[in-house]
């Protein structure tokens, strides 16, 4: 961490990491995870307690009934401490695929900060 070298681990089992290895997770994103048999309620167990506690939250019990689009999330304060565990909503990019537009390419221009400071060419070779 100290290194500003990140890690991501993705698993469907939070029981595939090791717990040494998950008390140095900083920021944590916990989709559904759905118990059917008592192996995998140990594992909704287990995934739960590695979350910094909310009394708002029942995380347990939430795991099992997060929808399509939501998950549970930690993140790093300012400090570097653990925040508590929260449910969000994780939305789609917004972004587009292919070439934007002459048109949109204009408008983005129009709105920069800095528009009309860079339009004038300049002779470099003066």
Not at 80 to 92: I, K
């Amino acid at each position: 961490r100290s290194k500003g070298v990140g890690i991501y681990f993705v698993t469907q089992n939070p029981l595939d990491i090791p717990e040494k290895v998950l008390g140095q997770l900083g920021n944590r994103v916990q989709h559904a995870l759905r118990a059917f048999t008592p192996s995998d309620q140990k594992a909704v167990r287990a995934a739960a307690q590695t979350f910094r506690v909310n009394p708002e939250l029942n995380v347990e019990e939430a795991i099992t009934q997060l929808e399509v689009g939501q998950a549970l999330v930690s993140f790093l304060d300012g400090k570097g401490s653990p925040g508590v565990v929260e449910r969000a909503y994780v939305l789609p990019p917004r972004s587009q695929i292919g070439p934007i537009t002459p048109e949109q390419r204009q408008g983005i221009i129009r709105e920069s900060a800095v528009y009309g400071s860079y339009e004038k060419e300049v002779d470099r070779e003066s």
